[in-house]
């Protein structure tokens, strides 16, 4: 029996920093590490295989379109305009593939490895990550709403799978006509290895001297692009005496001035120096909108920080015990006063802590996403094992060199 062959496909992929590209490289290398043969299809300026993180991992193949950025620099809105390559490789590497994984309905990636499943006939699971942004620029909410209209709707409708974070997202995705018996409640994963507790406070406090920070503050941790969706500029509102601000993200260029009293910008961090910046901290915040469970509130809870984000209807599938989670509405105030209150109370940060490390470890492992997407892709070509699918095609999908 060979491998199942998979097209991943994203709007960007590391070593662009963002939810969905480190997403998309975690089931890359977890996909991989379960036998699967797996290429990328992404925006870049080159291409370029990695190997996964395990040693004897079979790598990963990245294919890069060239593309243009301008918007997400001018703006802060993630969206690639990519070159004209993109069909073409698109139709190559979905005619090779058992199945075509489309990440989110917004992007031209997505847009061009639909249309090439559906020319080439290869099953495709799409994994819709948010609803509807309430951006504060009505052109960018009118632009969303017309791409779910005139693309989001056949993408979700023609696939086999629909795999979604949250129930907020999934009564969006069925609003937009995917099939309710496709929809599948799949968890991200987060890797509880990189993503742990400081294993003393001397080790907490190396961290802070190498990211610069106070020792004798108790810091306020987010991690995000610093965009309004993010709610960076609430958590700026309700900065306090109680507590530094410490902001790992970058946002638009000229657009976000973070230096004041009590405010640390780190930018940027690859994944190593975050999960540092996780461990310098003593609370992680996010009050950000319609994400569900994004995975920086998954890498805190691993790093056993407690937890302050928005109530999103979105959590309401993972069960969290808000005694220890704290859930609030996008609100200063209120996220003013339960900082202050965790700021000054810390065997409630510590316990808070131990049951985010706990539900961390017991509930989101990468593993078990791996093997979940590996069952769906089964599912998706109505074949247990995945040998006859890619027979079935016959000169439809034929192999191809890696590129």
Known sequence: MRRPRVLLVSHYYPPH?????????????????????????????????????????????????????????????????????????????????????????????????????????????????????????????????????????????????????NATVGTFVTGLGARPATVRHVPNGVDTALFRPPRSAAERDRARDRLGLPKDRVLVLFAGR??????????????????????????????????????????????????????????????????????????????????????DPGYAPYGLDRENVTLLPRDADALRAALTRLAGDEPLRRRMGEYARGYATGGLAWEEHARTLLRLYQEATGDATGKEAGDAAGTARTPVAAG
């Open 17 to 165: 920093v963002g939810g969905i590209e480190n997403v998309v490289r975690h089931e890359a290398d977890h996909l991989a590490r379960q036998g699967a043969d797996v290429t990328v299809l992404t925006s870049g300026s080159e291409r370029a295989p990695h190997a996964a993180d395990a040693p004897g991992v079979r790598v990963v193949r990245v294919v890069r379109v060239p593309a243009w950025n301008g918007v997400e620099r001018r703006t802060g809105v993630p969206f690639p305009v990519l070159s004209p390559r993109l069909p073409a490789d698109a139709l190559r590497w979905a005619r090779w593939a058992d199945v075509v994984h489309i990440h989110d309905c917004l992007y031209m990636t997505s847009w061009a490895a639909g249309l090439a499943a559906a020319l080439t006939r290869t099953p495709r699971v799409l994994t819709q990550h948010v609803a509807l942004v309430e951006h504060p620029s009505a052109l960018v909410r009118g632009v969303q709403r017309a791409v779910y209209a005139v693309a989001g709707r056949p993408l979700l409708r023609r696939a086999a799978r629909v795999v979604v974070l």
């Open 226 to 311: 610093l965009v309004p969706k993010k709610g960076y500029d609430l958590l700026l509102a309700a900065a306090d005496p109680a507590y530094d601000l410490v902001f790992a993200g970058q946002g638009a260029e000229g657009v976000v001035h973070l230096p004041r009293a009590g405010v640390h910008h780190l930018g940027s961090l690859p994944a190593g120096r975050l999960a540092e910046a996780y461990r310098a901290c003593d609370v992680f915040a996010l009050p950000s909108t319609a994400e569900g469970f994004p995975l920086t509130v998954q890498e805190a809870m691993a790093s056993g920080l407690p937890v302050v984000t928005t109530d």
